[in-house]
């Protein structure tokens, strides 16, 4: 019972992630006031993913950072922290 708590917490948690990480891209495209509160909240949920990313995923002028962490908290973070939570419960 437990573990399906967690497991159900964590899912919700890097989808929220992942929305964020979508509405990081869509601002990039409309450029909002940088002074706005929820841009600047947004942002600073945002960056500490992105940023270590863009040292290997900027190709020109296009940034491939969204994706990239987009894949790894899809495909790697979260069944990584599936299996973990299975482990200790």
């Known amino acids: 019972m437990l573990q ?3 497991i159900t917490a ?3 948690l890097f989808e929220l992630i992942t ?6 891209i ?3 495209w409309v450029r909002p006031d940088p002074d706005n509160i929820i ?5 600073g949920l945002t960056e500490p993913i992105l940023s270590p990313l863009r ?5 020109g002028p296009i ?8 894949l790894l908290l899809q495909m790697v973070f979260y069944p990584l922290y ?8």
Do not use: E
Not at 63 to 70: E, L
């Open 4 to 6: 399906g708590i967690f």
């Open 10 to 12: 964590g899912y919700y």
């Open 19 to 24: 929305v964020l990480i979508f509405v990081n």
């Open 26 to 28: 869509v601002f990039s």
């Open 39 to 43: 841009v600047k909240t947004i942002y």
């Open 55 to 59: 040292r290997f995923t900027v190709f």
């Open 63 to 70: 940034d491939f950072s969204p994706f990239a962490a987009i």
């Open 82 to 89: 599936q299996k973990i939570i299975t482990l200790i419960f």
